[in-house]
């Protein structure tokens, strides 16, 4: 019965009849004709399900709506003439021969009108691991703008950049590997800044993440337990144009969070601070790609455990020089000072060897060239002091790298 | 006094432009220069690249965030031009009026026929604009559109001003048609003239003036020659007659460029940068009189 009484509604549908729907569109008695005949066979024949008013379609195939992908593999060459200095395995390169050092594959896009989404994956030798993931409103008012997810935390320059893709050298600068380690220093969480309203540029950030950084703190998530359990990061950025093409960025930054000398966490007991101050001064060429760029960090780090407290400060400094679309060369000094402690700090845990007091130095240059925008080929030799710790030896070694690095897919901006 | 100090602060933080005010950002010069003839009195317009680089690897700095902060309006190329430098820029401006999608968001080569449209998105190309060539604004015919599709756009954003607008877009359109009438009969001589750009930037100047691209020096877009590229290119140019013309912007290697042209015995001209790059010619009619000069100049041998 329900089969006869759809074979009858599709019988006399107008489209079996020939007429197409501008025809029935433009001709309103036959709609009336419809109309009517629907409702004496809906009398006669009961209510079945009525028949579309207008046969199904298929849209034709427009844009698709995807992300911007991009993918950039990073590859080194290493070679050290004695034992690399201390480092938790992550981007840089860790032993000699050739190693990945890093596939970073991002996907970006806005969420809606009101958010964008930054996703970074980062593939090590290690595996698989998320290395941002993060919403970031657009409309906000006051000038504010929140972020939310897993992200680099504002402390900082270097530690705010995917060093591998932005930074003219192929390992890190060692305050930020003693004091942060090779994941650098980010975390889930949120963020909120602000856009002062002033004639210059200036920036105000404060972010509220887990601490789960193995170097300073190593206090995972599942351990939280009250607020303060939770890393608080806060950055002063101002920027002004000493000339046509001379710009000074300065900043200034804290992180303040639960470590794990002591297990469980005490509250309130042992924490680590960090206090950094940075600076970065660029002068672009009047005509062509080049650039030549100084940027500095300080950092000074106070973390109290049982027994006592450690301090320990370090500063590191590059010039580059961009030549020209090609060719590009830099150095680096870094600086890690003698160390000190006060009382007799139990430094046992896991985070015991990052937090000891030493003192170390390393040299670097480095030469990359650019073939195409999209690929670079990255020399670079270090030599380095080796680590001294509580009176004892260092061994000072040379480290050298080869890297090559390729870029495809969507077109990402640089950060200045 | 705390209620002084935060009475203050709040002043401050709320010190959004004044109504009388509008604020449109340009993120190149030529787009800058089109804005501010549609602009009139009615506001201010900040430029966002310098004049002399390369707009694709302009140096997105902190200041510009600041000018987009306090935006009605950003007027940009598009089509990829800018994508180095200025999305990040606009994401942190905080600034609702720009954001992609809003109406204060102005891509201007959403406004003009575009050329070199439908190509395959393949970087074994180059660094290629898939949606059309974005170097618009040498054309004037394009320029002209894009100046009345600003007013409209701005018109619709500040309805007090729409007249305003309206009349100072139609000033320079009748001065763009009176000036294009004279650009393309000084160029008519020069009609179906060949010339090699570095960058494919010139496709619409050429298309305008009937002018011939009979290569670049560039292989592909993005793409630096290599010595084997260059030796081909001066062979071919060799045998072309009469001699074309080799021309650069400021921001590409012009050695490269004139040893090309003195090997292949052709002229080569340097040409202005973006609008402003040249001392006193400050607007977008002034800017491309210049720069025709410049090719009538080279292709006379002055």
């Known amino acids: 019965m329900l089969a006869a009484s759809l074979l009858l509604s599709l019988a006399l549908s107008p489209l079996a009849a020939g007429a197409s729907p501008d025809a029935r569109a433009a001709a309103p008695t036959n709609e009336d004709e419809r109309a009517r005949l629907e409702a004496e066979l809906t009398l006669e024949l009961g209510a079945a399900s009525p028949p579309p008013d207008a046969p199904v379609v298929p849209l034709p195939p427009g844009p698709k709506i995807l992300p911007d992908i991009s993918l950039v593999g990073t590859f080194a060459a290493a070679a050290f003439t004695r034992e690399p200095t201390l480092r938790l395995a992550a981007h840089e390169p860790l032993h000699d021969g050739p190693q990945l050092q890093e596939i970073e594959l991002a996907l970006q896009s806005n969420v809606d009108p009101f958010l964008r989404a930054d996703v970074y994956f980062a593939i090590t030798e290690e595996g698989l691991e998320v290395e941002e993931a993060y919403a970031t409103t657009l409309a906000l008012p006051w000038n504010l703008q929140a972020r939310a997810g897993h992200f680099y935390a504002p402390f900082g320059r270097f530690n705010q950049v995917h060093f591998l893709e932005m930074t003219p050298f192929v390992d890190m600068p060692l305050p930020n590997r003693r004091f942060f380690g090779g994941e650098q220093l980010r975390g889930t969480g949120a963020e909120a800044s602000v856009l002062l309203p002033l004639p210059f540029f200036l920036e105000l950030r404060a972010a509220a993440i887990t601490a789960g950084n193995e170097v300073s703190f190593g206090v995972e998530g599942s351990e939280i337990e009250r607020a303060t359990d939770l890393l608080g990061v806060a950055r002063a950025m101002a920027s002004f144009e000493l000339a046509d093409r001379l710009t000074l960025n300065v900043g200034a930054s804290v992180a303040s969070g639960p470590n794990a000398t002591s297990d469980p966490i005490d509250e309130g007991a042992h924490r680590t601070d960090v206090y950094g101050g940075d600076l970065y001064l660029r002068l672009r060429d009047r005509s062509s790609r080049a650039f030549t760029a100084l940027q500095s960090e300080f950092m000074y780090r106070r973390a109290s455990a049982p027994g006592g407290r450690v301090e320990q400060s370090g500063v590191y400094a590059w010039l580059v020089r961009r030549f020209d679309a090609h060719w590009e060369a830099a150095v680096r000094g870094d600086l890690l000072p003698d160390g000190s402690e006060a009382g007799r700090p139990e430094l046992e845990e896991e985070l015991g060897p990052f937090l000891e007091p030493i003192s170390q130095w390393r040299v670097g240059g480095a030469i990359s060239w650019y073939p195409t925008e999209f690929q670079r080929l990255r020399l670079q030799v270090n030599h380095d002091s080796g680590i001294r710790a509580r009176g004892g030896h260092a061994r000072s070694g040379q480290e050298f790298f080869l890297q090559y690095q390729f870029v495809i897919g969507a077109h990402g901006a640089h950060p200045f | ?302």
Not at chain 2, 85 to 91: A, D, G, S
Not at chain 2, 136 to 154: F, M, N, S
Not at chain 2, 168 to 174: E, I, L
């Open chain 2, 1 to 302: 006094m705390h209620s002084r100090v935060f009475a203050a602060l709040l002043a401050l933080a709320a010190s959004t432009p004044a109504a009388a005010d509008v604020r449109v950002v340009a993120s190149v010069p030529a787009l800058g220069s089109i804005a501010r003839e549609v602009v009139g009195d009615a506001g201010r317009v900040d430029v966002l690249a310098p004049a002399e680089q390369d707009p694709h690897f302009a140096d997105g700095k902190p200041s510009m965030i600041l000018a987009l902060n306090r935006a009605d309006a950003l007027l940009f190329a598009g089509l990829g031009l800018e994508t180095g430098w200025l999305p990040t820029l606009v994401t942190a401006s905080r600034n609702p009026r720009i954001q992609p999608g809003s109406p204060g968001s102005i891509e201007a080569t959403a406004m003009v026929p575009l050329l070199e449209t439908g190509g395959r998105a393949d970087r074994s190309l180059g660094d290629v604009h898939p949606g059309g060539n974005p170097h618009v604004w040498l054309d004037p015919r394009r320029a002209r559109t894009i100046a009345l599709g600003l007013a409209e756009r701005l018109a619709a954003l500040d309805t007090e001003r729409a007249a305003a607008y309206r009349a100072n877009a139609s000033r320079f359109a009748a001065e763009l048609d009176r000036r294009i009438e004279a650009w393309e009969k000084a160029m008519a001589p020069y009609a179906g003239r060949s010339v090699v750009p570095f960058h494919k930037s010139l496709v619409y100047l050429t298309d305008w003036l009937g002018l011939k691209e009979v290569a670049t020096i560039e292989p592909l877009p993005g793409i630096s020659p290599s010595p084997s590229h260059l030796a081909g290119l001066i062979l071919r140019l060799r045998d072309t007659s009469p001699p074309p013309l080799v021309v650069s912007e400021p921001w590409h290697n012009l050695g490269t460029a004139a040893t090309v042209a003195k090997k292949a015995g052709a002229r080569f001209v340097r040409l202005p940068g973006d609008v402003g790059s040249v001392p006193g010619k400050d607007g977008y009619v002034a800017h491309l009189d210049e720069l025709l000069a410049r090719l009538r100049a080279g292709w006379e041998g002055k």
